[in-house]
């Protein structure tokens, strides 16, 4: 039964942090459009603030979840096939990307949206949505390992 719980959050965790990332690249960046760019910063700086609240939640339980997988159900690295290799790879990489977007340009657009800088705080939310695709093509490819490596 734990092995199947672990699974669960595993997946569901997982789902919730590539999801997102999906529906901020692909849905919401190009709706912004629309707002004026005092709009769009403000609206900008709520979503991730939000939304990496999700992830401070979603990573440690997708890694520890993949961790308890790891050696409480294949007993270890050695008994883990290809695709648990390169999912632990992967997310750790995304684990590593996400903190490099957390404690860098997401600082510095909260501290230009303190100030009133608008041309800082979307010079910083582009390099934000860099790191973001970055990571959103880093957990399609976790997916699509998870995926083949089930089943394959």
């Known amino acids: 039964m734990l092995p199947n719980l672990l699974y669960a959050l595993h997946v569901l965790f997982a789902a919730l942090w590539v ?3 999906a529906f901020a690249i692909l849905a919401l960046r190009p709706s912004l ?9 403000a609206l900008m700086g709520g979503t991730h603030r939000r939304f990496f609240l999700v992830v401070w939640h979603a990573m440690p339980i997708v890694l520890l979840s993949g961790y308890g997988l790891l050696f409480g159900y294949y007993g270890g690295f050695r008994g883990a ?3 648990v290799h390169l999912m632990h790879l992967t997310g750790l990489l995304m ?8 404690f860098g340009p997401w600082k510095q657009m909260r501290a ?3 100030a009133g800088d608008q041309a800082g705080a979307a010079a910083a939310n582009d390099r934000v949505r860099q ?8 957990g399609t490819l976790t997916v699509l390992v998870a995926a083949w ?4």
């Open 19 to 21: 999801g997102g990332m």
């Open 33 to 41: 459009a629309a707002l004026e760019p005092a709009q769009r910063m």
């Open 81 to 83: 096939g290809w695709h």
């Open 95 to 102: 684990a590593a990307v996400f903190l490099a977007i957390f």
């Open 112 to 114: 230009a949206l303190a």
């Open 131 to 138: 790191l973001v695709t970055a990571n959103l093509l880093l």
């Open 149 to 152: 490596g089930r089943l394959g």
